[in-house]
């Protein structure tokens, strides 16, 4: 199978055929990147163009990337979060910060304190998980646009929903490869033609991938979905520099 090639950024309006040009690419190189500073201006410029009515997102977290859609266009978005926090295989949380200021976090956050040191106490919140779940789109009341789904998402039904419902989707919920895998099966069906497919941790390179799990998962997902997406995407592209993998679904 070929390699997915690489879309310059810089030729992104193009793809989406349209005049607005896209944000210039991060000088960050991908070892230091980061969603939040360097990806972020790509998902909005990608929502201001495409304008979803109805946008699925896997893996909420604190509702990060579900305010950049709300905040790029008019869509409602559904999306999915494991309400209990996701684990590692030795059990540990997969998302979790030590807080110092409790009067910063959501209230009825699930916590766990170690005692204390000399810098107080050691209190940890688990942030995907209860009220941290999409606590940023609600901060900003942005809540009346979004349809919070509490499940894994590979045990989700998506029976109820048409298909072709969806404008666009994100895939960033599990980042292991079976569950990249469920993920974008369930999505590709419900997704509209000319609908944008989106999957977050996808690079390449070899160097970022032999350094991060998350991107290992995605990439292997792809590569075993590689045939069934060349047949249902008119167009399917790295956009380099970036960890996102685009898709047009024909
Ligand atoms: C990388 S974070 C999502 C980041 C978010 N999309 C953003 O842009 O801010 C991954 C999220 O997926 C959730 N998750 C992991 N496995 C999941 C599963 N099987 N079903 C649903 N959610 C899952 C985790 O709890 C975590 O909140």
Known sequence: MS???HLPLAELGRLLQCDTPPPSASTQTLAGW???RDDAPIFSYLYRQHQPRRHLEFGTWQG???CLCLESCAATVWTLNLPDGEAKFDGSWAY?????????SPSGAMRV???QDEAGPRTYHRTDAASYIGRLYREKHLGHRVCQIYCDSCIWDTAAYP???FDSVLIDGGHQAEVVISDTRKALPLLRTGGL??????CPLPDVIAAAPAVQGVTAAIETLRSELDQ???ALFWIDPSYLLLGIKK
Request: hydrophobic share 30%; net charge negative; glycine share 12%.
């Open 3 to 5: 390699p997915v090639p």
């Open 34 to 36: 980061k969603m939040e």
């Open 64 to 66: 990060f990337g579900t």
């Open 96 to 104: 979790g910060e030590r807080v110092t200021d409790e009067s910063q």
């Open 113 to 115: 304190n170690f005692g």
């Open 163 to 165: 298909s072709g419902f």
């Open 197 to 202: 497919m989106l999957w977050h941790d996808f």
């Open 232 to 234: 249902q995407c008119s």
